[in-house]
């Protein structure tokens, strides 16, 4: 059963800008946190930005000032707004729901210089 879907991967360039979406169709989401982890190719798996129930939210250094996690519960949705991407920032992004530890397929962003 697929619980959450992600969207929004690609190939881009340093310094463009992309917007990941996870949409959980079948669940409601205002109960539990959220988050975005990536793992690029070698690595584990890292958070990259989590946001509460309540909406407060949490970024790993690397992307502070540059990503923004966002949650629309009406919708179903958390996305992913990443700016000025860095070739380090490639990887496959997960989007995550803490509650019920529920992981969605990933989607691959892959940033060239």
């Known amino acids: 059963q697929v619980r959450l879907v992600e969207s929004g991967g690609g190939s881009m360039q340093v310094g463009e800008s992309l917007r990941l979406s996870c949409v959980a169709p079948?669940?409601?989401?205002?109960?539990?946190?959220l988050g975005w982890y990536r793992q690029a190719p070698g690595n584990q798996r890292e958070m990259v930005a989590t946001i509460s129930s309540s909406g407060t939210t949490n970024y790993a250094e690397s992307v502070k000032g540059r990503f923004i996690i966002s949650r629309d519960d009406a919708k179903k949705t958390v996305d992913l707004q990443m700016n000025n991407l860095k070739v380090d920032d490639t990887g496959v992004y997960y989007c995550?729901?803490?509650?019920?530890?529920?992981w969605g397929q990933g989607t691959q962003v892959t940033v060239s210089s």
């Open positions: 995550h729901a803490d509650l019920w530890d529920y």
């Open positions: 079948a669940m409601t989401l205002r109960f539990t946190g």
